[in-house]
Structure formats: C-alpha cells, structure tokens
C-alpha cells in the first residue's frame, strides 16, 4: 500500500486507498467506479458521440498492438491488390467475385488513410509522438499523395465514357484497365521490406528470403498478364492469328472459351513469363511480332535484373552470416599452422582444437566482454549482476563490502570456459586468479594429480588466498565437466581497491595477519608429518600381521588424519576480519572459515552419483537407477538398455557418419525404386535393408548421451530416452511406417509401382543426411573442399528428385497419352528401357534447373507447365544459392588478404608522401610481403589469448621449454616461474639482411634464435665475428640492466626469432621474490664488471692509438718491419678481444659478461664459471645451405652412401639455381606459357586437327622443350619448412623426385608411340588421342596467374586475364570432347553431328567443325541454349547436362571471384563512408553550426585523400622494433635535427 496509487484492502468493500501524493489514490478510485459504471448502462448519444470520436480521431500509440500488427497486414493487402488487379485486366474481368474482391480491398485501403493519420511515431531524437498534429502534417506531407492516387476511382469516372459503348466484355476490361492505379500500392511493400532489413532486432535472413520471393512471385505473375495483354486477345475470345496467342491457338495449345480454358491460357503465359525471366527459353512460346519482341527482350533484361539482385542479396547475405566463421577459421588456421611449425605435441594440438571448436560452438568466438562494451557501464553492471547472479557477493571475502566496490568487482570478472581434463590450476603454481564456478563440476586432486580429493560444483569458488598474497597453488583442480567459470585477476582487484581505500585497509590487514597464519600452517604440517610417521609404522605392522589390532590401529589412523585435515584449514583466533584459509578453497577441502567465525563450503559431489550426470568409460554411463512413478518411465525403464553411449566417442561419430551416408543412399534409391525401376528386386532388398539400417538407428538413438542447456552431459538412459522421444523421434517414426504394406490393396499389374510410391515417406530421412556436412567437416581440414563436396551432393539430389517428379508426371502408373515422353518426338518413347528413360528425365532436369532450355524435351500440359516453372525458378535460386555461397567464400577467404593489401597500399603512400628513401621502402614492402607468405599478416602474440591462462601457458612453455632452460640465468627454476616467463615470450621474424640490434642502441629485450642464423657484425656491418643458429640467444644482460648493446647483431638468413621484454620480465619477478633476489645480486656484482670492463677499454684505445702510428708508417714504407709491426697488432688485438669478455675473479654468483653474447664472441661466462656457447658457423660451410653470389652455391659436396644418392651425384650438375634468379624466374614465366599453349594445341590435334603436320611438329617441339624443363627443376634451389633456402645439387634433385617428377613423369611418357601399332587410316586419329596425357602439364599453366601477379602492380588486371584463360581453356576441352563424342575415330551415324540438320555434317572442314563444337559449348557453359544443336544419344545427353552443370559453377566461380574482389576492393572506402554518415547524421542531431559541419567533413574528405584514412601511427607496428625506429628515424630525423 505504499506505492502511489496503490489500493489497501480485500476486494471492493470499504478499502482504503494510501499513496505517496495526496489525492492521487482517491482520483484513481474514481475514475475506475466512473468507467464501471459507465460500461453498466446504455450509452446516451453524446456519450456515444464521445466515443466514436474518440476511435475515429484518437491518436494510436506507436506500442499499441494495431500499429505493430498493421504494416504486416497492409503488405499483404498490396500485395494481394496488385495480384487481383493485373489479373483481372487480363484475364478475370468478366469474373464477378474478383469485383467484389477488389472493391473490399479498397475499403481496406480507405481505412488504412485513415489509420496513418492517427499513427504516432518516433522522432528522430527516439521521443514519442502523439500529438494528433505532428502526426496528421507529417503523414500529409509524406505518404499521403501515393494513398490518395491508388484509391482514386478511375474506374467509376471512366464507366461514364464506356457505360454505353461496345458490348460487356469490352468495357468491363475497360473498367479493370482503368484500375491498375491500385498498382501504387506497391511501394508498401517496397517501403515494409527496406525499413525491416534496417532494424538489426529483424532475422535478416529470413526477412530477406521472404522478400526475394515475393518480389519473384509477383513480378512473374505481372509479366504473365502483361504478356496476355499484347496477344490481342479480345473479349470474344478471337486472338490476332500473326500474335504469340494466335499461333499457339492454331497448334491447339491455347483455349479461349470457359473460366477452366482462362486457368489454362494463365498458366501458358505464366511458364512463358518464368521461361524468359530464368533464361531457360524453351521455345514453344515465343514471339511472333515485332511488339511481342520489343516485350519480350524487356522481359529478358528484367529478369536478369531480377534474379541477379536475388542472387547477389543471397551472396551478400551468406558472406555476413558467414563472415565470423570465416574470421574465426582463419585464426584457427593461423594457430594450426603456428603449431605444426613449432613442431608441438599432436596430443596437446588435438586439445587446443577442440577448445576453439567448442569456444565457437558456446559463443561463435566472441568473447562474452567484447559482446557488450559499447554499452553504456551502468547498462554492463546490471546485466554481469544478471548473468554472475550472488556469485560474488556469497564469497566471505566480500561480504559486507561497499554495494559500488561489488559493482565495479562484476565489471573486472571475466567469464572462462575450460572442457573436460583441462587444468585451472597447477600445483605449486604462483597464482593470481580467483575463480568462480557458474556451470560444470571442478575436481581438486592430489600433489601428484592421481586423486581426486573434493569436488566444485556450481556456486564454488576456489583461489582467493592467491589472489589476495600470490601464494603457491596447495592444490591442482581440473576441470570434470564442460565449466563455465568467471575469473578475477590480481591486478584488476587491485586496480579497484585504490578507489576504496578503507576496504584496502582491512586487504592489507588481513595481508599483516597472513604471517601468523603460514606459522600455524607450518605447526599443523608438523602434526601432519608425525601422523605419517605413525601411518607408516602402522604398514610395517600389516606386512607381518593381518590381525584386528592392526586394523583397529589403521582405523584410528584414518580418524587421526581426518583432525589433521580440519587442523590444515584452520587459522588461529586473533586474525583479522576477512582473512581467509590458507588452503581451504584450494587445497582440496571442502570446509574453510574466516576469521569472523562465519564458515562457507564449496559444493561436493559424490563421485558415484556423478557417474548418473556424465560418461566416466568407454563412452557409458554406469547403470541406471532404478525410476519410479509414472508408466511411461517404468514403460522405457524394461525397454531401454542400462547403458548409454558418449556422442563424441569415435564409434558413435562412425555410426553416425554410416547413418548419414545410408540416408543419402536413401535419397537416392527411394525416387529410383518409385520412378522407373519399381520392379527392379536388387533395388527394393537394398531399400529394405536401409529401413533395418534405420530401425537400429532408432533404437540406438534412445541410448545416445546429450548435452543440457548448462553444457553438461546428461546419460542416464531414461533422461536419454526423453530427449530423443522430444526431438527426432516424430520425424524417424513418419519414416518408418511401414506404409508399403498398403501396395497389397492395389491390383496385381499395379502393386510393384505402389509400392514404389507408397515409401516416398523414407524421405523425410534426408535431415540425416545434412549431418554428412558436419562429419565431414570434423574429420577434414579443408573447409572449402568439404563446402564443394556438399553443393555436389546438393545438386545431384536436387537434380535427381526433380527427375523422378518429371517422369511422374507422364507415367505415374500408365503413361498418358498425351504428354511430354510422347509428343516430343520419336527419341523419347514410354515404352524405352528404364535407364534411357531416367537419362532422358535427367537431362531436362538439368537443362531446365541450369536454365539452358535447350527446347528438345518442352511440356504439353497444364501439370507439366505448372511443374516445369517451379523447377526453373527453384533451379535459378539453388544454383543462385550456391553462387552465392562460393562468391561468400571467395569474399570472406579473400578479406584477409583484402586488409593486408589495403594495409601495404596505405604503408606505400605514406612513404612516398614522406619522400622516403627507395631502398627502406623496397625493404619494408618486402617485409610486410614476407609477412604474409608466412602467416597471412596475422600476429602470432595474440593467437591463443582465447584459451584460459593455464592452457596459454602450458601451450607457451611447450613453445619455449628448450630455449629457456638453454639460457643459464633461468636454469633451475621453478617450472611456475618457466610458465609465466613462456607466456611473455613473443615470435617475431626477420629478413635476411635486417638488423635484429644496433650497436649502442638501449637494450630491453633478450631474444632466443628459433630458426635461421644471424651474424654478429662491427657497426658498419663490415666484418662477421660470428653466426649464431637455432638454439642460440642474446641480449641477456640487456634484458636486466637496459644497458646499451655491445654489437651489432644482423640476420644471415630469414630467421624466426623469439623476444622477451624486460617489462614482461620484471612483472613476472614480482611474484617470486626469491629468483628476484638471485638477479638483484646480479645487478650488485654488475658494477664491479662495468669498471674492470673500462680498464680493458683503456687499453683497447691503448692499442687503437699503436695501430694508428702503424698506418702513418705504412703510408711511407712497404718493407718487412712494417708487416712484422702489424703481426703483432694483430695478435695484440686478439688478447684486448678475450680481455673484453671476461670479469675479474670474485663477482658474484649468476652474474653475466659484459659483451659475451652480445659482443660477437662465441664465448662467454657467468661469474659462477658455468660457461655458454653461441652456435658458430663456419663461412665456407654456409655457402653450402644457401647461395651468395649469382644464384648459385658452390661446388657440390662429395656424397657417400647409397646407390640412387651416388646416380644423382653423377647425373645432376654441381651448380643450382636460385628460384628468385631472374633469369630461372624467366623461364618458368616461359614452360607457364608453352603449358598454356599445350593445353589448346593437344586438344586441337585429337580431336580436330590430327593430320595437320604444323600442330604435330609443335607439339612435339613442346615436348622438348618441357624435357629440359624436367632436368633443370632438380636443380632449383628451395625453401625448407624453416624457410631455409636448401641448394646442395642432392637436396634439390631428391626434392624434386617427391614432388612434380610424378606428375611430369607421366605428362612426358611417350605414350603417342603405341599408335603405331593402330591401322594407318587410324593411327594419325590415334596419334593424337594418345597424347592426351600431356593434359596433366595444366598445373604449370596454373602457375602463370602468380608469375603476372609478381610483374604487375595491378592486381585486378591479372585475375581478369586469369579468367579469360579459364573460360578459352575449359570451353576449348568440352568443345573437343564433344566433337569426340560423335567421331572419337569414325563418325557415328546416329549424332548430334548428323541429325541436327543440314548445316552440321560429319565431312564439313575441321575449322567448321571446330567453330560449331565450340558453338555449343559456349551456348551450353552460358546457359544459353539456343536449341539448334541438341544431343540424341544417351552418351549424349549424359555428356551435355555435366557440361551445364559445370558451366554454371564455374562462370558462378568467376563471377563470384569478380564480386569478392569488386567487394573487398572497395571495404576500406565503404567503411570510411559509413564513419563519415555517422558523422554528418551525429552533427545534424546535434544540430550543429553548418560551418562547423563543413569544415569537419572537409577535412575528413581530405583525411582521405592523403591515406586512405587509415592512422599512420600505427602502419608499422608488424615490423621488428629496430626495423620501426630505422623507418621512423629515416622520416623525422631532419625535424630532430
């Protein structure tokens, strides 16, 4: 009652009313008593009145249910008028009850004026309008004109002119003609549909599929009626005989008297309108004048309009759906790829997998943070408070705190997900997170991990005496389950606490208690040690006696632990408020306290009733419990088995696999067995074992464990039964009926095609076979080629159902007489075998589907019309589909490559504008290249930061274990200390040539050489002092004390580098003071080395100054005094080198030399006399692995051992070529071309030309020249997995024998020599058709597109030639295996070649025979098909319907290709446009000054045109840090200066 307005009291006697305002409540009363009453009697008029204006004239609220609902409908009502007005113009306009219908919709349209002006709307600052006003202008200003013009009654004005003149029929077309102003009505739906694909809260998908079709249905249906129209058809029912309509009515295809005779004529010119708009162009209907074509080519164009936008909105739609797996693929292609070349363990690979997958599964990669930050905070706090629940506010540690600092404590948790067997924490480990359990079980488990001690469930929480003093874990705790875990780290907490200081105060409290705490710890651990004494006294006893004493003893052994256990997490009274256990949420027990007294306990599960709620062996459960009540549980109790089966173990995901192949088996033989072989038995025992197949299936699908909506793994049977029963059960149970058995009804000569019929049911089935795609996609790496392998068997099933429909339409038991299988000529015949009648169904499925239409096989009833225009429409939208889906893929697929690029051209402008040196921009540009070659531009630092910290660092230390514990500073540490120090450590890559560090420059970084080798080099890079390779490290002493580097260190080849920060380094030392202390003694004894380091200095100048007295003395003497002199600078020189990298006896334990791994020298030491070399490599020896001069190495080593090693050594030559030489570079670009010119030349020969002795010296000139080709590729140098470049003679020819030797083996056998063995009329046929197998050489054309990509600046311009290539090359093919398949030797007599009239024939010339075989090629690869040219045979027809369906993947390939490219071309300027009308819409809102608006958007227009809008600061972040400073020094050094 304390609310405003609320009402006291127990129902409507004397209550009281009580309110925060005086007068509130009692006003409230009153009105309701006033409405009760009123709606008791009889409304008098004015009351009436009242009301009716008020209904009339009230302004509707914009969240009142008319006005969400009203859009909907009116879209519907447009589109239903547009649909009844053309076609009462055309066909229905003597039909009374379509009047009638037309006159209702325009009383629908009259209401709907009237209910705009009554619409409140939202302003465009988001407030409510109501006022009947604003709503009334802005509705008259806006819409209102295009209402007002499609209801005008034109028809009523225009029945003055007609009422009397000609007879009904023609006035009343008159009437309906005049109506088609209701066509305005349109622009609803145009208007709905566009302000639905804006609101984000809309399913665009579906929203967009819903407007495709109706834009296809209607505009479809329209051209139908338009097309009727222009047949001059008039109301008497006579057509103009020259018109479409005429010609049709003369062949007996048109009828022109009965409404059933007008549903035939529309469907006639419906299937005409949708065989225009699809392109299939059957023929049978066609123009006949000149105005019937002027439609008809506007038609065409309007089509191709249409359905084009159908499919790029579906290629649009499929690439943003898609484009966060394509991302996330990406990423975990990049991680695949990181980890194969670290070579790491597949085990620990196969984990982080099925982490990301199952990350992509809960979330689809995106973090739960990153969801919501752009949220307003109070917005984020109250949904983590939603989502978190009383996670927090129940820990003891945070009871009583401040409501603000929980708030902010919600805002820093951040949510983890961690599978089944990982690890949240190590033993021993220093931790710095405290977690909290929302979903899954958690196990705490023993030192040693091989006992489960306690389990967390739900509402736990584990770690906060970590996180509070970053103390060793007491204890490792696994994850049981799939856990969804929030996690708090150290830092943020602390972040926190400095803005309550006096919670600070009490942490820091507790921290002051926590020393007393550690001494109790330590007096229990004695207590504990003692009781282990005695448990082991109590062994030595069992061994020799099995006596109750001994027992009695071990019992009370047991007791004794169970105190000692309490004992460990307790703390002594006197303990400040708040402190907590040391290890009670840690350790493993499930009880802690604080020191308040007040207790709390993680949740415990017992281990045996765990084994109800998830699979423990072998992928089952243990056996169920027993279920009580209800007759359906006791019922699945006696029918289920007592076991059930893990989904995810391997024999489960086998039988799943088998399942979906049976379905698709299934697909394909249940049409099949309907269609055309019903009375085939092989194929009804095949379908009958399918249905056995299923029938386990379904038995086994009760046992099937599932995963809840907590992500936990549910596997007790009867649960398991349950779901199944609630999902998939209904759908498997409609397949299995035995509907078959019904086919005993039918007569004897109808029973087998009944039953055919009858198991149409099975198809239901065909859901299982779309589990194929997700098997498939487990077991393979290559998404794209599992996506390729799913649009086949989506278009051989497609294609294949549609077959079987067609055929049914003329024999679904009898065959018709009069349908498409017998008035399409002598070539189809109901009486064929059954396998020439599925060819033939086949073949026009296809030709339809792919819109070829050749116009051989065309409908003649309304069926088929009706059949055959679904077909081609469902045709245009599945191959539109799978376009869609390629061009997504190319576009997603090539996003990455796309930002790169943008990234490189924005890189290039910004040094041309800075005028910087050519050389540092080839440099960077071959960096930023090689960037890309070897991790497609992605930064290898944040590749796992989605995994949880303990599963980073165990993949981190599996990286880096070997080249840390390689490192004497960091040998014997502790294995949590190597965790940490992995995580910090970062990949990096330089370029052979680039500088890793200069001379004098401030060192903080230590790096590790992972692969390749660098040289230790004098300033100048002059002179080599050494090489250091995989395995080595420098920068040690840089890394503690950020002196200057003693040497100039540069890559010898590309080397893969790994580098830690001293930031990193001492944020890592704070939580291990005692390796801290270790390294600051270091720095002690680091100052004793720095001046012993400047007396050896002295005399280093020492000896500069004596060799400079030798110079003078050299300039005037040659003699031998002098050279002596030199000698012996020489050698004192190299004492001053050992004397610079050794520290006087004495300096403390751990400390490093000054220039030891840094300086060049290959020795170095610590002070405790532990000694470490760097690798080094001898100069002579390196030109071996790699070439210096000219392209090649030098003289091949001599090999020993094995016979084909000792062949090689004698057959190659000692020399190899580099693969980036210009001139090897050069003569690939040149076998590119003459592989190019074979693959049109040896088509040409077999097929056309086999007796032209011009084209069979050419290619046996080609054959010579890829005969050297084969010898000079076993000797191109190459690229290792390393990136190492290998040219020893050996090594190139073995890597070429594993590699392309098979494949140009083949190419090259001489395989044209058995021709001769042919008759000599055949043997030049012969000839030709035997070097077919130098087809196979393709794959070095392919190599062409990288060779012009490499030459040309323009990218564009070298995949369209690309494409041309693909369309001349693969057109060429099918043209020559199409002449073939009429005259492979002999021309057949029965061919496409002979019966398709006089102007094709088998003895035409061979460039005529070419021209026509490439004409149909072309016309069948485009969908074209004309019909002139058609197939007869099977051989045939099998022939011309792959060739369509390939056409249209292929031309849906390049225009897919063209649309990525035009898309991800123009992606940076599109979003910098879409920033920018954000922008100008923000100032209009804000209503800014339109001086200040111009000025920001001009100076965001000329931000543009100087980079692009891309932030220079950070354009070089991927380079190495030395390599930045070069560009960044190169482009301000003469603003420093």
């Known amino acids: 009652g304390s609310g405003s307005g609320s009402v006291s009291g127990s129902g409507s006697g004397s209550g009281s009313a009580s309110g925060s305002a005086s007068g509130v409540a009692p006003a409230a009363v009153t009105r309701r008593a006033t409405n009760f009453v009123e709606s008791s009697k009889i409304l008098t008029p004015v009351a009436a009145k009242r009301t009716w204006r008020t209904l009339l004239f009230a302004p509707v609220s914009i969240d009142s249910g008319v006005q969400r609902v009203w859009p909907a409908f009116m879209v519907v009502i447009a589109i239903v008028a547009c649909a009844v007005v053309t076609f009462q113009a055309a066909f229905g306009y003597e039909m009374v009850g379509l009047w009638a219908v037309a006159y209702l919709l325009d009383l629908v349209f009259l209401v709907d004026i009237q209910l705009q002006m009554r619409f409140g709307y939202l302003s465009r600052q988001g407030h409510k309008v109501n006022d009947i006003r604003r709503i009334r202008t802005r509705y008259m200003d806006g819409d209102f004109a295009w209402d007002l013009l499609a209801i005008l009654p034109l028809d009523l004005i225009a029945l003055a002119f007609v009422g009397g003149s000609g007879g009904n029929g023609e006035a009343l077309q008159v009437l309906s003609l005049v109506r088609t102003n209701r066509m305005v009505k349109w622009l609803k739906v145009v208007r709905f549909f566009g302000g639905g694909s804006r609101k984000l809260l809309a399913h665009t998908a579906r929203m967009r599929s819903i407007k495709l079709l109706i834009y296809i249905v209607v505009t479809t249906h329209v051209v139908a009626c338009l097309w009727w129209l222009i047949s001059a058809c008039g109301a008497d029912g006579l057509c103009r005989e020259h018109g479409w309509a005429g010609k049709q009515s003369i062949i007996g295809q048109l009828r022109t008297t009965g409404a059933e005779d007008t549903w035939h004529n529309y469907v006639l010119s419906l299937y005409w309108a949708v065989a225009t708009m699809t392109s299939t162009g059957y023929?049978?209907?066609?123009?006949?004048?000149?105005?019937?074509?002027?439609?008809?080519?506007?038609?065409?164009?309007?089509?191709?309009?249409?359905?084009?936008?159908?499919?790029?909105?579906?290629?649009?739609?499929?690439?943003?759906?898609?484009?966060?797996?394509?991302?996330?693929?990406?990423?975990?292609?990049?991680?695949?790829?990181?980890?194969?070349?670290?070579?790491?363990?597949?085990?620990?690979?196969?984990?982080?997998?099925?982490?990301?997958?199952?990350?992509?599964?809960?979330?689809?990669?995106?973090?739960?943070?990153?969801?919501?930050?752009?949220m307003p905070i109070p917005t984020q706090v109250v949904l983590f408070q939603s989502i978190q629940k009383d996670l927090v506010s129940k820990v003891p540690l945070f009871l009583e705190t401040d409501v603000g600092f929980l708030r902010m404590l919600t805002l820093k948790i951040k949510p983890s997900l961690f599978m089944p067997g990982e690890y949240l924490l190590h033993y021993g480990d220093i931790g710095r997170e405290m977690y909290f359990v929302q979903h899954g079980y958690l196990d705490v488990l023993t030192e040693d991990d091989g006992l489960v001690m306690a389990q967390l469930g739900p509402g736990s929480f584990v770690g906060e005496t970590s996180l509070l003093f970053s103390t060793p874990r007491t204890a490792s705790i696994r994850a049981a389950t799939n856990a969804d875990v929030f996690v708090l780290n150290k830092d943020d907490l602390d972040h926190i606490l400095k803005n309550f200081p006096q919670i600070q105060r009490q942490f820091e409290e507790i921290a002051k208690n926590f020393a007393h705490a550690q001494n109790v710890r330590q007096v229990i651990k004695d207590i504990g040690e003692d009781a282990r004494d005695q448990q082991q006294r109590l062994d030595e006893q069992l061994e020799t006696s099995r006596g109750g004493t001994v027992q009695r003893k071990l019992s009370r052994m047991s007791r004794l632990a169970g105190k000692v256990a309490k004992k460990v997490s307790r703390v002594e009274p006197g303990a400040g408020p708040g402190s907590v256990t040391g290890s009670g949420s840690e350790g493993g027990a499930s009880t802690g306290s604080t020191a308040g007294g007040s207790s709390y306990r993680g949740t415990v599960v017992d281990r045996d009733a765990l084994r109800?709620?998830?699979?423990?062996?072998?992928?089952?459960?243990?056996?169920?419990?027993?279920?009580?009540?209800?007759?359906?549980?006791?019922?699945?109790?006696?029918?289920?088995?007592?076991?059930?089966?893990?989904?995810?173990?391997?024999?489960?995901?086998?039988?799943?696999?088998?399942?979906?192949?049976?379905?698709?088996?299934?697909?394909?033989?249940?049409?099949?067995?309907?269609?055309?072989f019903s009375e085939t038995w092989g194929l009804v025992a095949l379908n009958w074992t399918l249905d056995l197949f299923f029938a386990l299936d379904m038995y086994g699908s009760?046992?099937?464990?599932?995963?809840?909506?907590?992500?936990?793994?549910?596997?007790?049977?009867?649960?398991?039964?349950?779901?199944?029963?609630?999902?998939?059960?209904?759908?498997?149970?409609?397949?299995?009926?035995?509907?078959?058995?019904?086919?005993?009804?039918?007569?004897?000569?109808?029973?087998w095609k009944a039953l055919g019929l009858l198991r149409l049911n099975r198809l239901v089935r065909i859901y299982k076979a779309?589990?194929?795609?997700?098997?498939?996609?487990?077991?393979?790496?290559?998404?794209?080629?599992?996506?390729?392998?799913?649009?086949?068997?989506?278009?051989?099933?497609?294609?294949?159902?549609?077959?079987?429909?067609?055929?049914?339409?003329?024999?679904?038991?009898?065959?018709?007489?009069?349908?498409?299988?017998?008035?399409?000529?002598?070539?189809?015949?109901?009486?064929?075998?059954?396998?020439?009648?599925?060819?033939?169904?086949?073949?026009?499925?296809?030709?339809?589907?792919?819109?070829?239409?050749?116009?051989?096989?065309?409908?003649?009833?309304?069926?088929?019309?009706?059949?055959?225009?679904?077909?081609?429409?469902?045709?245009?939208?599945?191959?539109?589909?799978?376009?869609?889906?390629?061009?997504?893929?190319?576009?997603?697929?090539?996003?990455?490559?796309?930002?790169?690029?943008?990234?490189?051209?924005?890189?290039?402008?910004?040094?041309?504008?800075?005028?910087?040196?050519?050389?540092?921009?080839?440099?960077?540009?071959?960096?930023?290249?090689?960037?890309?070659?070897?991790?497609?531009?992605?930064?290898?630092?944040?590749?796992?930061?989605?995994?949880?910290?303990?599963?980073?660092?165990?993949?981190?230390?599996?990286?880096?274990?070997?080249?840390?514990?390689?490192?004497?500073?960091?040998?014997?540490?502790?294995?949590?200390?190597?965790?940490?120090?992995?995580?910090?450590?970062?990949?990096?890559?330089?370029?052979?040539?680039?500088?890793v560090v200069h001379k004098g420059d401030i060192g903080n970084e230590m790096y590790f050489i992972h692969r390749g080798k660098v040289d230790v080099v004098s300033p100048d890079g002059a002179q080599v002092y050494a090489t250091m390779g995989s395995g080595a490290f420098f920068g040690e002493i840089a890394l503690i004390f950020a002196c200057p580097r003693t040497a100039s260190i540069r890559a010898a080849t590309n080397a893969d580098v790994f580098v830690l920060n001293k930031?990193?380094?001492?944020?890592?030392?704070?939580?291990?003071?005692?390796?801290?202390?270790?390294?600051?003694?270091?720095?002690?004894?680091?100052?004793h080395a720095q001046n012993v380091r400047q007396v050896i200095k002295d005399i280093g100048e020492d000896a500069r100054d004596q060799q400079q007295r030798l110079d003078e003395?050299?300039?005037?003497?040659?003699?031998?005094?002098?050279?002596?002199?030199?000698?012996?600078?020489?050698?004192?020189?190299?004492?001053?080198?050992?004397?610079?990298?050794?520290?006087?006896?004495?300096?403390?334990?751990?400390?490093?030399?000054?220039?030891?791994?840094?300086?060049?020298?290959?020795?170095?030491?610590?002070?405790?006399?532990?000694?470490?070399?760097?690798?080094?490599?001898?100069?002579?020896?390196?030109?071996?692995?790699?070439?210096?001069?000219?392209?090649?190495?030098?003289?091949?080593?001599?090999?020993?051992?094995?016979?084909?090693?000792?062949?090689?050594?004698?057959?190659?030559?000692?020399?190899?070529?580099?693969?980036?030489?210009?001139?090897?570079?050069?003569?690939?670009?040149?076998?590119?071309?003459?592989?190019?010119?074979?693959?049109?030349?040896?088509?040409?020969?077999?097929?056309?030309?086999?007796?032209?002795?011009?084209?069979?010296?050419?290619?046996?000139?080609?054959?010579?020249?890829?005969?050297?080709?084969?010898?000079?590729?076993?000797?191109?140098?190459?690229?290792?997995?390393?990136?190492?470049?290998?040219?020893?003679?050996?090594?190139?020819?073995?890597?070429?024998?594993?590699?392309?030797?098979?494949?140009?083996?083949?190419?090259?056998?001489?395989?044209?020599?058995?021709?001769?063995?042919?008759?000599?009329?055949?043997?030049?046929?012969?000839?030709?058709?035997?070097?077919?197998?130098?087809?196979?050489r393709i794959y070095k054309a392919l190599q062409l597109h990288a060779y012009l990509e490499e030459k040309s600046s323009k990218k564009e311009n070298v995949r369209s030639v690309s494409f041309l290539i693909l369309i001349v090359v693969m057109t060429h093919w099918v043209a020559a295996v199409w002449f073939l398949t009429a005259c492979a030797f002999d021309c057949q007599a029965y061919s496409w070649l002979t019966e398709n009239g006089p102007q094709l024939s088998p003895t035409a010339p061979p460039v005529e025979q070419y021209i026509n075989a490439i004409y149909w090629a072309t016309t069948t690869m485009t969908s074209v098909g004309y019909g002139d040219i058609v197939s007869y045979t099977n051989g045939e027809r099998v022939f011309a319907l792959l060739v369509a369906v390939f056409g249209v993947i292929m031309y849906g390939y390049i225009i897919g290709s063209i649309a990525a490219g035009l898309a991800n071309a123009d992606a940076q300027r599109a979003r910098f446009q879409e920033k920018l009308d954000a922008v100008k819409a923000y100032m209009r809102d804000q209503h800014l000054d339109k001086k200040i608006r111009r000025r920001v958007v001009k100076y965001l227009e000329y931000l543009w045109t100087r980079n692009r809008g891309i932030n220079a600061k950070g354009l070089f972040r991927d380079l190495p840090i030395t390599f930045q400073a070069e560009v960044a020094l190169s482009v301000n050094q003469h603003i420093i200066e």
């Open 283 to 374: 023929g049978d209907v066609h123009a006949a004048t000149t105005g019937e074509r002027v439609y008809a080519l506007c038609v065409m164009i309007m089509g191709l309009t249409l359905y084009g936008y159908v499919l790029g909105t579906i290629a649009a739609t499929l690439a943003n759906a898609d484009s966060a797996r394509v991302v996330f693929q990406e990423k975990l292609t990049a991680i695949q790829q990181f980890m194969n070349d670290q070579h790491l363990d597949p085990s620990l690979q196969q984990r982080v997998i099925r982490n990301y997958n199952y990350l992509w599964q809960r979330s689809e990669g995106e973090g739960i943070s990153d969801m919501f930050k752009e």
């Open 612 to 676: 109800v709620a998830y699979a423990q062996k072998g992928g089952r459960s243990s056996k169920a419990l027993k279920v009580r009540g209800g007759e359906l549980q006791r019922f699945f109790y006696r029918f289920v088995m007592p076991y059930t089966f893990m989904p995810t173990a391997p024999s489960v995901r086998a039988w799943q696999g088998a399942i979906a192949l049976g379905a698709l088996a299934s697909a394909l033989t249940i049409p099949l067995q309907a269609a055309f």
């Open 702 to 751: 009760f046992h099937i464990a599932f995963f809840n909506q907590g992500n936990i793994i549910v596997t007790h049977p009867l649960a398991t039964a349950l779901h199944y029963l609630r999902t998939n059960f209904p759908v498997d149970l409609v397949a299995g009926l035995p509907t078959d058995l019904l086919a005993l009804a039918f007569a004897p000569g109808n029973r």
């Open 770 to 995: 779309l589990q194929l795609h997700a098997y498939l996609e487990e077991k393979s790496s290559k998404k794209e080629n599992v996506r390729s392998v799913s649009f086949l068997i989506l278009i051989v099933v497609m294609t294949h159902w549609v077959a079987a429909v067609w055929f049914l339409t003329a024999c679904a038991f009898d065959c018709q007489a009069y349908s498409w299988l017998t008035e399409n000529g002598p070539q189809l015949s109901p009486t064929a075998p059954p396998v020439e009648q599925y060819i033939n169904a086949i073949y026009w499925a296809t030709t339809t589907m792919t819109s070829v239409g050749y116009g051989d096989i065309v409908s003649y009833t309304n069926g088929e019309r009706v059949f055959a225009l679904l077909v081609a429409v469902f045709g245009v939208i599945m191959y539109g589909y799978i376009i869609g889906s390629i061009a997504a893929g190319l576009a997603n697929a090539d996003a990455q490559r796309a930002r790169f690029q943008e990234k490189l051209d924005a890189v290039k402008a910004y040094m041309r504008d800075q005028h910087l040196d050519k050389k540092i921009r080839r440099r960077v540009v071959k960096y930023l290249e090689y960037l890309w070659t070897r991790n497609r531009g992605i930064n290898a630092k944040g590749l796992f930061r989605d995994l949880p910290i303990t599963f980073q660092a165990e993949v981190a230390l599996s990286v880096n274990q070997h080249i840390i514990e390689k490192v004497p500073l960091f040998q014997d540490t502790d294995v949590g200390f190597m965790r940490l120090l992995s995580l910090a450590i970062n990949p990096i890559l330089f370029l052979k040539g680039e500088y």
């Open 1063 to 1087: 930031d990193d380094l001492d944020h890592i030392l704070k939580n291990f003071p005692q390796i801290q202390r270790q390294f600051e003694e270091i720095a002690k004894n680091f100052a």
């Open 1113 to 1336: 003395q050299l300039e005037t003497s040659r003699g031998g005094t002098v050279q002596r002199k030199l000698s012996r600078m020489s050698r004192l020189a190299g004492k001053v080198a050992k004397k610079v990298s050794r520290v006087e006896p004495g300096a403390g334990p751990g400390s490093v030399t000054g220039s030891g791994s840094e300086g060049g020298a290959s020795t170095g030491s610590t002070a405790g006399g532990s000694s470490y070399r760097g690798t080094v490599v001898d100069r002579d020896a390196l030109r071996v692995a790699y070439a210096q001069k000219g392209g090649r190495s030098s003289k091949a080593l001599k090999v020993r051992g094995g016979e084909l090693q000792r062949f090689f050594y004698r057959f190659v030559m000692p020399y190899t070529f580099m693969p980036t030489a210009p001139s090897v570079r050069a003569w690939q670009g040149a076998i590119a071309l003459g592989a190019l010119a074979s693959a049109l030349t040896i088509p040409l020969q077999a097929a056309f030309f086999s007796e032209t002795w011009g084209l069979v010296a050419l290619n046996w000139t080609l054959d010579l020249f890829f005969a050297l080709d084969m010898y000079g590729s076993f000797h191109i140098a190459f690229f290792n997995q390393g990136n190492i470049i290998v040219t020893h003679p050996l090594a190139t020819a073995l890597h070429y024998l594993r590699t392309n030797f098979p494949v140009d083996l083949v190419a090259g056998l001489p395989t044209d020599l058995l021709a001769l063995a042919f008759a000599p009329g055949n043997r030049w046929k012969a000839l030709g058709l035997l070097r077919l197998n130098r087809l196979v």
